[in-house]
Every structure is written in C-alpha cells, then in structure tokens.
C-alpha cells in the first residue's frame, strides 16, 4: 500500500524522470534489495526517491530472514550443535564490527551504513539473545534475575541517552557504537522477556504502549512519507508540519492495522498452526 501510495503520488505531481527512479526504487524496495541500490550510489539517498529512504532498513531484515534460518538448520544438523552455532554468530557478529572500524579508518563513506554485510551484527545479536534463552542458558533465579532486570532497564536508560547525541558523523556508531548498541538493545530485549523490573514492567504493560506496538509497523512504514508531505504542504511552520505528519501517520498506521494487517493475520492462523494466534504474538512482540 506504501509503494502503491508513493507511485501514485509521483505520477500525479512528479515530472518523468522521477517517475522512473521511483519505480525502479519501488522494484528494490518491494523485492527487498533496496539497500543495495543506495549502495550503488554511493549511499547518496537524494538520487532515489525521498518517501524510500527509510525502507533500506527492510531489505536488510528479510535478507537476514531468508539467509538465517536456512544457516541455523543446517549448523543444528552438524554433531557439534552449539558450538557450531555460537561460532557462527560469533563470526557474524566480529566481521561487520571490524569491517566498519577498517573501512571508517580508510575514509567515510555512506556505504558502511547501508550494506547488509557491514549491519548484519546487529540481527544476530538478536538472534544471539533467542539462542540463549531457548537453550537455557540465561538463569530464572531470583538471586541471578534480580540484578538482570535492573541491569535491562538502565540498558534502556542508557540506550535513549545515546539517543540524544548526533554519533554517525563523529564515528562513534561505526567504531564500535553500534555493537553497544545492538548488545544492550538484545540484553534488554531477554530481560523483557524473563523478568524485566517494576518500571520496565509497568511500561511494557501499559495498555497505550500494547497499542502503539500492535501499530509499530505501519507507523514505521507511513512516517516518512507523511512527514515529506506535511513539509510540502507547510513549509513555513514547523509545529503544524509536525502535528499534520503525526495525525496522519498514526491515522494511516491505524487503518492499516485493522483493515489490512488483521484480516491477513487472520487468514495466516487459518493456513498455519492453531497454538496462538499470530495478532496476539505480533503485539506481544512489538
């Protein structure tokens, strides 16, 4: 609906040449490959189309899901089951790190922040933290969790701080940044999943935080382009192009939810396993 929303614009306001990158950019980003076409460019996301820019992020995730699982069979089958995959992740999760900090050294270059080879640590940390839960390795003691849980949460404390600062154009994100970041983010993750502490815990179930979740990926999908259009449409206020690009956003997101992300998942139970249902796990989740 995104891609079908953003041609549709384009042909209606834009001149041809637009047009055309828009619906090779639409190709890319529909088939899951458009980090590698801003890549090709130099990471120079101005030449693509602007309503685009934030989906790179997307065919690294579906690289990642088509590639992964096919790897972590494969490596279970293997006589040395764990130690083949915790090698394995600890590859995926070295390479990229050493990879942004010699090609950051060599010059900067927009390319590191794009490719799937240079961001692909930051999955497997996720998939890392699943491992070990699933295995058993990460303690439900009270004498163990206790500790954790608040660990977790000034891990979510420390992580909005970093927020706050500009750390692409100084290097800190590609000099190590971004496997602090990747590795507080799946500790968090683990304790949110086994025993988060009071203030994570009443957070996590605030029933407006459920909803906004349950939301998350049309809002992901619908901001960019509803903020490039409110700035568009008021250009000389900012409060306004803000409040419009929200509005709109969550308005979209919210439709998207119910009248398209619903009914699919709906039929997905009907298709797939009875245990849960996958609108439960997919807000449980977000």
Same mark, same amino acid.
């Given at each position: 609906?995104?891609?079908a929303?953003?041609?549709?614009?384009?042909?209606?306001?834009?001149?041809?040449?637009?047009?055309?990158?828009?619906?090779?950019d639409?190709?890319?980003?529909?088939?899951?490959?458009?980090?590698?076409?801003?890549?090709a460019?130099?990471?120079?996301?101005?030449?693509?189309?602007?309503?685009?820019?934030?989906?790179?992020?997307?065919?690294? /995730?579906?690289?990642?899901?088509?590639? !992964?699982?096919?790897?972590?069979?494969?490596?279970?089958?293997?006589?040395?089951?764990?130690?083949?995959?915790?090698?394995?992740?600890?590859?995926?999760?070295? $390479?990229?790190?050493?990879?942004?900090?010699?090609?950051?050294q060599?010059?900067?270059?927009?390319?590191?922040?794009?490719?799937t080879?240079?961001?692909?640590?930051?999955?497997? $940390?996720?998939a890392?933290?699943?491992?070990l839960?699933?295995?058993?390795? !990460?303690?439900r003691?009270?004498?163990?969790?206790?500790?954790?849980?608040?660990?977790?949460?000034?891990?979510?404390?420390?992580?909005?701080?970093?927020?706050?600062f500009?750390?692409l154009?100084?290097?800190?994100?590609?000099?190590?940044?971004?496997?602090?970041?990747?590795?507080?983010?799946?500790?968090?993750?683990?304790?949110?999943?086994?025993?988060?502490?009071?203030?994570?815990?009443?957070?996590?179930?605030?029933? $407006?935080?459920? !909803?906004?979740?349950?939301?998350?990926?049309?809002?992901?999908? !619908?901001?960019?382009?509803?903020?490039?259009?409110?700035?568009?449409?008021?250009?000389?206020?900012l409060w306004?192009?803000?409040s419009?690009?929200l509005l709109?956003?969550?308005?979209?997101a919210?439709?998207?939810?119910?009248?398209?992300?619903?009914?699919?998942?709906?039929?997905?139970?009907?298709?797939?396993?009875?245990?849960?249902?996958?609108?439960?796990?997919?807000? /449980?989740?977000?």
């Amino acid at each position: 609906m995104v891609i079908a929303f953003v041609v549709s614009y384009t042909a209606l306001t834009g001149e041809g040449a637009r047009l055309a990158t828009t619906l090779t950019d639409s190709l890319g980003v529909g088939l899951y490959y458009f980090n590698w076409l801003l890549v090709a460019s130099g990471g120079n996301a101005g030449a693509h189309q602007v309503m685009y820019t934030h989906l790179w992020s997307l065919s690294i /995730e579906e690289q990642f899901y088509m590639i !992964w699982p096919i790897l972590l069979v494969g490596l279970c089958a293997t006589r040395f089951r764990k130690m083949a995959v915790l090698a394995a992740m600890g590859v995926l999760m070295a $390479w990229p790190t050493i990879g942004r900090v010699i090609l950051w050294q060599e010059g900067p270059s927009l390319d590191l922040y794009f490719r799937t080879d240079l961001r692909i640590d930051n999955l497997m $940390w996720g998939a890392l933290a699943a491992w070990l839960l699933h295995e058993g390795y !990460w303690s439900r003691s009270d004498q163990v969790n206790g500790p954790l849980s608040w660990l977790g949460f000034a891990a979510l404390v420390v992580f909005f701080g970093l927020a706050r600062f500009d750390l692409l154009s100084n290097g800190f994100l590609y000099l190590g940044g971004y496997s602090l970041v990747g590795s507080m983010s799946a500790f968090y993750i683990a304790v949110a999943a086994c025993r988060p502490a009071w203030p994570m815990k009443l957070l996590l179930e605030s029933e $407006w935080l459920r !909803w906004v979740g349950r939301v998350s990926y049309g809002l992901y999908l !619908w901001h960019i382009p509803m903020f490039k259009l409110s700035a568009k449409s008021f250009p000389e206020m900012l409060w306004l192009q803000n409040s419009a690009a929200l509005l709109g956003t969550f308005a979209l997101a919210t439709a998207s939810y119910y009248l398209i992300e619903r009914p699919f998942l709906r039929l997905k139970d009907r298709l797939g396993p009875r245990t849960r249902r996958s609108a439960d796990l997919q807000g /449980e989740a977000a």
